[in-house]
């Protein structure tokens, strides 16, 4: 099956030729922002994967610490009682943006390798967190095509739409002035994937039919899908402080 964009004939069954391989945080930040919803990046990400099809960028994938501990750390369980060590067992995956030249299943296939390659050379990592905005972008569909346990469905309550039109996350530490501010319809959905089978967690991952059951299906913050617009996903969390940074990554080349 051929798909023709931008001048390119990209066969669907070349999905298994797309490489992945570590890059540094400018050229991921340049390629995020230019093709996920949101247009922004996030700063406490520490570790950077690029999509390559015939060496060239198609895609990017940045990692770092989750930024709210308190809503996140009461969804898993571990023998660590040490706070701030159980802290650095998790790793989000909090942006992930691709062009439209890779072909179906890039998103999957390149979280597959990311999430082998960080078991393989970080083993301190036992969590994978990630986000999906259901004001703006969608349910999660990609995570859970990849693995993903859906652990928790929140209607929005931190994503705002100031009166200038940014569209910012309040949390405790923003600096940006919500008067005016409107609160964006739809939900939030958090998804873990477990490194380790010795992993457990708090509570029973939701079945995934809750999506549609509380009306939390959604695709840019529709219930329906748009046509034309860029493939990205991942939550957008406005850039604030909180994190305690992971331990340094040193992953191998894929």
């Known amino acids: 099956m051929e798909t023709l964009y931008g001048g390119y004939v990209i066969l669907m069954s070349r999905v298994k030729d797309i490489r992945l391989k570590i890059i540094p945080s400018k050229i991921a930040n340049d390629f995020i922002k230019k093709n996920h919803y949101s247009g922004k990046v996030m700063q406490n990400s520490n570790l ?31 023998d660590n ?3 701030n060590s159980k802290w650095n067992e998790m790793l989000e995956l909090n942006r992930m943006a691709f062009d439209e030249v890779l072909p179906k299943y890039s998103e999957s296939r390149c979280i597959s390798i990311a999430t082998k390659l960080i078991k393989k050379n970080a083993p301190h990592i036992k969590w994978i967190l990630s986000f999906a905005d259901g004001t703006q972008c969608g349910d999660g569909t990609i995570y859970r095509a990849s693995g993903f346990d859906l652990m928790q469905i929140k209607k929005n ?33 958090a998804y873990i994937y477990k490194l380790s089978k010795d992993c457990e967690y708090a509570n029973d991952p939701i079945q995934f039919s809750k999506i549609k059951e509380v009306g939390a299906s959604m695709y840019l913050g529709k219930k329906l899908c748009d046509s034309g617009v860029k493939r990205s996903t991942t939550s957008f969390q406005d850039v604030g402080g909180g994190a305690i940074p992971t331990e340094s990554l040193h992953l191998n080349h894929a």
């Open 48 to 78: 950077h994967f690029g999509a390559f099809l015939d060496n060239i960028l198609h895609g990017a994938m940045s990692f770092g610490s989750p930024i709210d501990k308190r809503k996140i750390l009461n969804l898993v369980s571990t």
């Open 81 to 83: 009682t040490n706070i």
């Open 157 to 189: 309550s931190t994503i705002y739409k100031l009166s200038s039109g940014e569209v910012v996350a309040k949390h405790g530490t923003s600096k940006k002035n919500f008067i005016q501010a409107r609160k964006l319809k739809g939900f939030q959905l």
